[in-house]
Every structure is written in C-alpha cells, then in structure tokens.
C-alpha cells in the first residue's frame, strides 16, 4: 500500500515539478495564470490535468485547438514516480530516502528545464545546493569531506571540460555537478561523470542516426547528469564495489 500511494504521490509531484521547470526560468509565477494551453491561452479542466492519463487519452494534443503537447510532461512525471517509488523499495523510511526524493525534485525541474531551454537555472539550482549541503551535515553515511571533496571534484572536472569544448558545455552543467558531489561523495562522482557521459553518448548518436540531431546541434546534457546521479545514489555502492573487486583479482 505504501509502494501504491508513493508512486501515485511521484506522479502528482511530478507534474508540478513541470510547472516549475517550465516556468521558473521564464520569470513566470507557478501560482497564475492556471495550467492552460499554450497555444490557444484555454483554461485545462481537471480531467485534463490527470498525470500522464490524460495525456495518453487525448493522445498528446489540445482538446481544443489540437496543438502538440509536449512528451516532457509524461516523461517527468513517470520519471519522478518511478525514481521515489525505487527510493522507497531500496531504503524504506530512513534519511536517505529523504535525500532521494529531495533529489529526484530537484533533478525533475532541472532536467524539464534543461530539455525545454536548454537551461539550468540558478533560482532552483543554488537553493537546492544550500539545502543538500545543510542535510549532509547532517546526514553523512560517507563522511562530510567526501560530500565537501565531490562537489569540489565535480565542479573543477566539468569547468575544465567547459573550458576545453568552448561552448559545447554550458557552465549551468558545470554548478549542477555541486549539486551532484553533495549527493554521492568522491568516488560517486566520478561514478555519475562515466555514467551520464555514456547515457549522453548513446542518447546524441541515437538522435542522429534517427535524424533528429544536427550534425552540429547540441543535446541537453543535464538530465542524462541527473539519471546518472540518482542511479548511483541508489547502487552506486554495488558498483563501486564490483569494478575494486577487479584488483583484487
């Protein structure tokens, strides 16, 4: 029952979570106008505001107009009931399940943000820093120099690589690697740097083998970060585990 109610929550949260992404680093108020079309400005009714159901019923378009309606809302909210349902399975109620549901927020609003504007914006991204730094002083299952040492790790790898593609990585990437040496610790960053490189890779050639990327167009970069992260906050452990088991071989 609890597994149930936590996933019904994710997706409730989630499709708030896109409110957010999408209108925060527009200056926009979350509270007014109400959830409307953006193409023809109607009011959506309730059923209509239904996570990912109603999407699927009205097959992704504007009950009124017929306008497109965008696949990021059903990806975010499933992403973010599946990402807390997992958090659930894997700690049970303990602080590191509040870690992991504050961070698979953060993560949502960064990443709808990033996918619509390719921005990350620094009204949700520098609060959500303070807060996490406060937690683990708190909360430090690796020992608080480890959280302190990945973020600063995290930030000096990503602005260095900023600085060699000259624009083929944006500096918001760069902050949101704080962020994500807050969360892991030392050796889950470098974890989380191999693991979203790979999801970037495979996600970019895929694009353009499909012919949906540019031979010069970018992707955006942040929510394969943030995959990669919650992914090893939940069995990064196991891996780290298994690639040092390697040496001793």
Request: proline share 4%.
């Amino acid at each position: 029952m609890y597994t149930v109610l936590i996933a019904l929550y994710g997706l409730i949260f989630g499709s708030f979570f896109n409110v957010v992404g999408l209108r925060v680093p527009q200056g926009e108020s979350i509270v007014a106008p109400p959830s409307h079309c953006t193409a023809c400005q109607r009011r959506l009714r309730w059923y209509e505001l239904v996570p990912v159901l109603s999407w699927l019923v009205l097959r992704g378009r504007c009950r009124t107009c017929r306008a497109r309606v965008s696949f990021l809302y059903p990806l975010i909210e499933l992403g973010t009931a599946l990402s807390v349902t997992v958090f659930w399975v894997r700690f049970g109620w303990s602080a590191e399940f509040v870690v992991g549901v504050f961070a698979t927020g953060v993560f949502a609003v960064l990443s709808a943000a990033d996918f619509a504007y390719h921005r990350i914006p620094d009204k949700i991204l520098l609060p959500g820093i303070a807060l996490l730094f406060a937690c683990r002083l708190w909360f430090q299952p690796l020992g608080v120099w480890s959280y302190i040492g990945g973020a600063v790790l995290g930030y000096c790898l990503l602005y260095l690589v900023a600085l060699v593609s000259r624009g083929g990585m944006g500096y918001g990437d760069v902050k949101l690697f704080l962020f994500v040496g807050l969360l892991v610790g030392v050796w889950g960053t470098l974890l989380t740097l191999f693991a979203a490189s790979f999801i970037g890779t495979v996600v970019g050639l895929s694009l353009r083998a499909m012919g949906r990327l540019a031979p010069k167009q970018h992707i955006a970069f942040g929510p394969a970060i943030c995959l990669a992260a919650l992914a090893v906050l939940l069995y990064g452990d196991y891996a780290i585990h298994a690639y040092l088991q390697l040496f001793r071989l």
